[in-house]
Nanobody, 127 residues
Framework: QVQLVESGGGLVQAGGSLRLSCAASGGTLSSYRMGWFRQAPGKEREFVAAISLSGYNTYYADSVKGRFTISRDNAENTVFLQMNTLKPEDTALYYC????????????????????WGQGTQVTVSS
């Protein structure tokens, strides 16, 4: 069974950057599309970004487009989320998950289509 472990979170000032990693054990990520979601206290889990098998196609929530970049290194079995120009509203627990079905604009944000969620890594942006 694939286990996903997120890392790279922390406390950063507004305008700063962080790079999150999602590493897999017990299996290979190269066979799966991958996604990042986040959840702030008292709010529902929110889609952030997703990436295709090859990494050629990427998808973003409007709230992070132009600031966040999702990428993958299949040789290292890792997916990354580079977060720049961070805002206090980006504060949340960030999760990665894998997806079996092809990503579409209409379904990219549906958490039910993702599985094997990690435990999350906390990102806190101070103003």
């Amino acid at each position: 069974q694939v286990q996903l472990v997120e890392s790279g979170g922390g406390l950063v000032q507004a305008g700063g950057s962080l790079r999150l990693s999602c590493a897999a054990s017990g299996g290979t990520l190269s066979s799966y599309r991958m996604g990042w979601f986040r959840q702030a206290p008292g709010k529902e889990r929110e889609f952030v970004a997703a990436i295709s098998l090859s990494g050629y196609n990427t998808y973003y929530a409007d709230s992070v487009k132009g600031r966040f970049t999702i990428s993958r290194d299949n040789a290292e079995n890792t997916v990354f989320l580079q977060m720049n120009t961070l805002k206090p509203e980006d504060t949340a627990l960030y999760y990665c998950a894998r997806r079996l079905l092809a990503i579409t604009i209409e379904t990219m944000g549906n958490p039910l289509l993702y599985r094997d969620w990690g435990q999350g890594t906390q990102v806190t942006v101070s103003s």
